[in-house]
């Protein structure tokens, strides 16, 4: 539900990197020959594969097998890298853990447990010129993702442009983030009662949700 509403985000022919977890299903709500899936380990042109023509060694940066489109390109990860950070990838689709009030996003570390590293992630929220994070609006234990302020480490300075999660789709206008849409049965108030982060209440969805 998530991926399929991030899909909707995209422009044709968009380069778009998609990162682990709930990202890498958006690709099944694509039109593959209208959108550029980019990952940075090095290849532009990341397809679904089937399983039996899984190859071992191509994967997406999240190790899970991927194919590759007519016309796709292999480069040094170096050479990825270098196109996230100069801005050619036009919208990155990302995770998270949380998400506070001044979109600034968490999606790298959790003090206390061991990680992998922090993957593309930094350069990506600095480079891609547009930023969705999916995610569920609350973690396994119930505690809200959309928070005040990020008790997690914050990935970078660069501010989300759109949220989407089970609930809600929120979007950063001006100085905040706006309330657009919601998701299924969620009302506002369910909104209201799972989310610490500030935001303000489209005035076309307050009218249509209160009448």
Request: charged share 20%; proline share 3%.
């Given at each position: ?98 998400v506070d009030s001044n979109g600034l996003v968490a999606n790298w570390a959790i003090p206390g447990k061991n990680i992998i590293g922090v993957g593309g992630a930094m350069d990506l929220l600095v480079g891609a ?34 949220i989407i999660t089970d609930m809600a789709v929120f979007k950063w206008k001006d100085d905040g983030y706006e309330l657009t849409e919601l998701i299924g049965d969620t009302t506002l108030n369910d909104v209201e ?19």
């Amino acid at each position: 539900m998530i991926a399929k509403r991030a899909a909707e985000e995209l422009s044709p022919h968009s380069i778009v990197n998609l990162g682990i977890g709930i990202p890498t299903l958006v690709a099944n709500y694509l039109d593959k020959d209208n959108y550029y899936l980019h990952t940075e380990n090095g290849l532009l042109g990341v397809t679904s594969v089937e399983e039996e023509d899984i190859d071992p060694l191509l994967v997406n940066a999240g190790k899970l097998p991927v194919g590759e489109a007519v016309g796709a390109s292999y480069f040094h990860s170096a050479d990825s890298f270098a196109m996230i950070r100069g801005e050619h990838v036009d919208v990155a689709i990302l995770g998270a853990l949380q998400v506070d009030s001044n979109g600034l996003v968490a999606n790298w570390a959790i003090p206390g447990k061991n990680i992998i590293g922090v993957g593309g992630a930094m350069d990506l929220l600095v480079g891609a010129k547009k930023i969705i994070i999916t995610t569920n609006h609350v973690s396994k234990d119930g505690s809200p993702k959309l928070v005040d302020k990020c008790s997690y480490p914050i990935t970078s300075n660069r501010k989300a442009d759109v949220i989407i999660t089970d609930m809600a789709v929120f979007k950063w206008k001006d100085d905040g983030y706006e309330l657009t849409e919601l998701i299924g049965d969620t009302t506002l108030n369910d909104v209201e009662g799972h989310t610490t982060a500030a935001y303000r209440i489209n005035e076309q969805l307050l009218q249509k949700e209160t009448k």
